[in-house]
């Protein structure tokens, strides 16, 4: 049985969307800093991945800083000797918004919706790392309040802002692969454990760390090292698992050039899930609508899962990668992001007739992370775009997670994009959406 496949008009369609409104979906409408002007830049997570995005907008001005541990962001605290310190990014946006223009936000999962939310509403641009949010139903409301407040926004899948990326972009959206029929993304996380329990016991909380600020939204539970400062992204509570790790990295150039939003349908199969851990591994499959021609689905692996090598044609895949399948030919990218291989022989200077449609932010090739927030800085400032902004961002974290719904549900589900419901298992529904402690529930 021949599999259903992309029409060259549907993706002509799809290509032309993605150039426009999608990828530059709104110009922010607050007054801006001109282009030799600094932002006033506060950053929300100072340590570890926090540490990275700060320095990478050290062309600005860092005028605060928040952490709830203040061992871990001493390096950051010393480089930035002159900005104001916070605990509590409640109280830091209460305090500084008449200070500042943008925030950083590099905390755990659990806790990005509520200030990127709170920042949102009072003016300020927002980069936020990946997955942009804990849960579907934050997703939406962000994409939904960086329309209404006219922000520059960004979430931090750095991949985006690659040059080599951006060129397979340009060269898929020019129909080389033909009609696309199967799509197959994995990686070598979790790199940390999954599949297991709530630890048991307790143990003295570091006297640099404040454990209750840590926890945020999520219920009360003892402090474990279990927890902090990294493995917390295998318990639901706070992460998302290997999936949300790395789907807004690994799926990006799929979703990019095809713009594969909103599935109707996906399947999980994994080593087995509870209700405080991810699995250790698992195998997802995306259906993503394509008209009268039925799905295109893409299939994520990870925890050693990957797909058969001969699709590549080779005799061991690498940890992470991405194939995907035409009726004229096959790419494969053997890593995160950037150049790849097509099974035909041609390379990527075989399709100069592919137009180029996409911006090249200064310095990509030879540091892309930091090119990806100096893509955000310039469209705060208006110059050009942000091209990972949220009304691109969104609704692909939404994609993303829509994994674990049915990972957690242990059933294949069938999705309502439009009223975020999953419509033929209504347990699954308590996955969507968040709970919050109270004291904690997200800004209106």
């Known amino acids: 049985m021949t599999k259903p496949s992309f029409s060259r008009r549907q993706f002509i369609q799809r290509s032309a969307l993605a150039a426009g409104a999608v990828a530059f979906p709104f110009v922010s409408s607050r007054p801006v800093l001109g282009a030799n002007g600094r932002l006033n830049i506060a950053g929300i997570g100072a340590g570890g991945k926090g540490s990275v995005d700060i320095d990478c907008c050290s062309t600005e001005n860092i005028v605060a800083l928040c952490d709830v541990d203040e061992e871990r962001a001493a390096g950051t605290f010393k480089r930035f000797d002159k900005a104001r310190r916070y605990r509590d990014f409640r109280i830091m946006l209460d305090k500084e918004g008449a200070h500042i223009d943008a925030v950083t936000i590099s905390t755990p999962d659990h806790t990005h919706a509520w200030p990127a939310l709170r920042a949102m509403q009072m003016g300020k641009h927002v980069y936020c790392q990946k997955p942009l949010t804990h849960t579907i139903q934050e997703a939406r409301l962000l994409t939904q309040a960086a329309r209404k407040h006219g922000v520059v926004t960004q979430m931090g899948n750095q991949g985006h802002c690659e040059p080599g990326s951006r060129r397979l972009v340009e060269i898929l959206r020019a129909d080389t692969l033909g009609d696309v029929k199967e799509i197959h993304v994995w990686t070598d996380r979790p790199i940390w454990p999954q599949g297991g329990h709530r630890p048991s016991g307790s143990a003295p909380i570091p006297a640099s760390l404040d454990w209750d600020l840590w926890l945020g939204p999520a219920a009360s539970r ?223």
């Open 222 to 444: 003892p402090y474990h090292s279990d927890y902090v400062p990294f493995k917390w992204r295998g318990f639901w509570a706070f992460g998302t698992g290997a999936l949300g790790d790395m789907g807004c990295h690994n799926m990006d150039l799929a979703y990019f050039a095809y713009q594969l939003r909103d599935p109707v349908k996906v399947e999980a199969r994994s080593s087995g899930t509870n209700e405080e851990m991810a699995p250790g591994w698992s195998v997802i499959t995306y259906h993503f609508p394509r008209g009268n021609r039925g799905t295109l689905p893409l299939t994520w692996y990870d925890g050693g899962q990957k797909p058969a090598p001969e699709l590549a044609r080779e005799k061991e895949l690498p940890p992470n990668g991405c194939i995907i399948v035409g009726s004229k030919d096959t790419l494969y990218v053997p890593g995160y992001w950037g150049t790849g291989r097509f099974l035909s022989g041609a390379t990527m200077e075989d399709f100069k007739q592919a137009p180029i449609s996409l911006p090249r932010q200064p310095g990509a090739e030879q540091d892309h992370d930091r090119a990806h927030h100096q893509e955000w800085i310039a469209a705060c400032k208006g110059e050009g775009y942000a091209l990972s902004n949220f009304d691109y961002a969104g609704p692909m974290t939404e994609a993303v997670l829509l994994g674990n719904v049915a990972l957690r549900a242990g059933a294949t589900i069938e999705w309502d994009a439009e009223k975020l419901q999953v419509t033929n298992h209504s347990e699954a529904n308590r996955y969507v959406e968040g709970t919050y402690r109270k004291g904690w529930e997200l800004p209106t």
